[in-house]
T-cell receptor, first 111, second 111 residues
Framework: DVKVTQSSRYLVKRTGEKVFLECVQD?????MFWYRQDPGLGLRLIYF???????EKGDIPEGYSVSREKKERFSLILESASTNQTSMYLC??????????FGSGTRLTVV | RKEVEQDPGPFNVPEGATVAFNCTYS??????FFWYRQDCRKEPKLLMS???SGNEDGRFTAQLNRASQYISLLIRDSKLSDSATYLC????????????FGSGTQLTVLP
């Protein structure tokens, strides 16, 4: 089975901190995605990548950046964390087919 | 109009009941559609794909109505283990690599 691993399950950070969320997949998938999930708003796409060193903005990229230096790793960076970035963050990967495999999520709280 | 809209529910049904959820989409060019299932505090997982008129897998049937731009998910003989949030998913603009998720329909199957 494809495995997508997110480095932390729960994270608490202070306002203004730089936050790194790491995601690693082990099945050589080209496509990787970062979503955030909030009650009543569903999953919203932050950034995605179809190849190493490639990145595209999703629907809500403001306040975030990403890095994909290696095919298996896709990092989400909160440059200066704010309380409105408190959320569940989900990483996903896929080959050139539509089925995503999600990581188990990181619940980030910014205080 | 949102790209993907779902009735959030909650749907509370007794065991053994048949329940159906609808999902409307705005992009008439979309060719493929998906239902994901998300258990409480877990990541979403692919339940069914819908590429043409419909798809059936055991107690689950997904149907597509292109003229009215909606897809439906029918669950027959509901089990307690079917309790979850069901997410309707549509690739925007014909691309199958990045997915737009509905905000989900919550189902609780009662004993």
């Amino acid at each position: 089975d494809v495995k997508v691993t997110q480095s932390s399950r729960y994270l608490v950070k202070r306002t203004g901190e730089k936050v790194f969320l790491e995601c690693v997949q082990d099945m050589d998938h080209e496509n990787m995605f970062w979503y955030r999930q909030d009650p009543g708003l569903g999953l919203r796409l932050i950034y995605f990548s179809y190849d190493v060193k490639m990145k595209e903005k999703g629907d809500i990229p403001e306040g975030y950046s990403v890095s994909r230096e290696k095919k298996e790793r896709f990092s989400l960076i909160l440059e200066s964390a704010s309380t409105n970035q408190t959320s569940m963050y989900l990483c996903a990967s896929s080959r050139d087919s539509p089925g995503y495999t999600f990581g188990s999520g990181t619940r980030l709280t910014v205080v | 109009r949102k790209e993907v809209e779902q009735d959030p529910g909650p749907f509370n049904v007794p065991e053994g009941a048949t329940v159906a959820f609808n999902c409307t989409y705005s992009n008439s060019a979309s060719q493929s559609f998906f239902w994901y299932r998300q258990d409480c505090r877990k990541e979403p997982k692919l339940l069914m794909s819908v590429y043409s008129s419909g798809n059936e897998d055991g107690r689950f049937t997904a149907q597509l109505n292109r003229a009215s731009q909606y897809i439906s998910l029918l669950i027959r003989d509901s089990k307690l283990s079917d309790s979850a949030t069901y997410l309707c998913v549509v690739p925007p603009s014909g691309s199958a690599r990045q997915l737009t998720f509905g905000s989900g329909t919550q189902l609780t199957v009662l004993p």
